[in-house]
């Protein structure tokens, strides 16, 4: 059965069955509870005074899981109850001036439901991105393409779309290396302050991108400890996440290591162009030195002096011209120049 597009700010509540999928309404939560014939999850925007209550009384889950819901919670976490499990997750969402926004993801998963909660959001956010991954197993479930047969299957599909938007982020941060290293091998930069904060700015999102996967890919493995909870047949769930979390921190890693050697480079670039130019202020120096000393000697007593010569002035210039060019001579002969 075919349902609405979801909500902006409803709660969406779903009967997940072989035969497709249900809409209902949050009143019918109870009776959804009681069936068996396949497993409800309910899709909760913002974590409100209706979601509290129904986390509270309907599913009566603990007041601290609850309340974690409605707090934002920056590094993820699992927590195993009697009858199901928590997962608290994060997902990058690159904001500007190389901010990385978390997208909070909080998962019940039970025998019969799956209740998903996304977290408070930061200024600036907009509510579209945090329901990325859910609206798009949604639009899968709708046109027959997943047939999840579990609540821990569903969550799976949410969370490989998660994992998989992280490495999105990933190889668009490539894209960005990539194009900072074109732009430093083949331009002269007269703003390298510009070019080092664009080069660490990046290598901020890769940290953190790098380190919200190696988190969620601790949560797992934690998870899959949790052997009273998690089936034989949801193994292999757990351990793909984990595979997917490992692979995400391994890009990361390795374009770490690529930007790490951009800058490197550019940084030596920079020092080398720094000691060209000391060297020809330095070289600038030695050729003025012998016409300062000269002219300090003879310039008063040259140019003051009413007897001096014209030929007296004609010979100290020849002199000191005679001087820097030979100064300049050996300095090319010694390739300072």
Not at 87 to 110: K, M, R, S, W
Not at 204 to 218: N, P
Not at 261 to 278: D, H
């Amino acid at each position: 059965m075919g349902v609405a597009s979801p909500g902006v700010d409803a709660m969406d509540v779903r009967w997940v069955a072989a035969e497709g999928l249900e809409d209902h309404q949050v009143k019918d939560l109870k009776s959804l509870l009681e069936r068996e014939d396949g497993f409800a999850w309910v899709d909760i925007p913002s974590c409100d005074a209706e979601a509290t209550q129904v986390l509270s009384e309907v599913f009566g889950f603990h007041p601290l899981a609850v309340r974690a819901c409605a707090e934002r919670n920056h590094i993820p976490r699992v927590h195993a109850y009697a009858d199901h499990v928590m997962v608290v997750l994060n997902a990058p969402e690159p904001g500007a001036a190389g901010h990385v926004h978390l997208l909070e993801l909080d998962q019940f998963i039970g025998h019969r439901y799956l209740v998903t909660v996304h977290g408070p959001l930061g200024a600036g956010v907009p509510l579209d991105a945090a329901l990325r991954d859910t609206r798009l197993v949604l639009e899968r479930l709708q046109a027959g393409r997943a047939r999840p047969s579990s609540p821990l299957e569903l969550s799976y599909a949410i969370v490989s779309a998660l994992a998989r938007d992280m490495a999105e982020v990933v190889r668009a941060l490539a894209g960005t290396i990539a194009a900072l290293e074109r732009r430093i091998l083949d331009q002269e930069h007269k703003d390298p302050e510009r070019i080092l904060h664009e080069l660490f700015q990046v290598r901020h999102e890769l940290l953190t991108v790098r380190t919200m996967a190696g988190q969620s890919r601790e949560i797992y493995g934690r998870m899959g400890a949790v052997a009273r909870f998690v089936p034989a047949e949801g193994r292999p769930f757990i351990e793909d996440l984990m595979d997917q979390f490992a692979r995400v921190r391994s890009l990361c890693e390795d374009e770490q290591q690529f930007l790490q050697g951009v800058v490197e480079f550019y940084q030596t670039k920079l020092t080398t162009r720094i000691n060209v130019a000391m060297e020809r202020l330095a070289l600038i120096a030695a050729l003025v030195l012998p016409v300062t000393a000269v002219s300090g000697i003879y310039g008063m007593n040259l140019i003051v002096n009413q007897q001096t010569q014209p030929k007296a002035i004609a010979l100290v210039l020849a002199l000191m011209l005679g001087v820097v060019l030979a100064m300049l001579a050996w300095a090319k002969r010694h390739h300072w120049w």
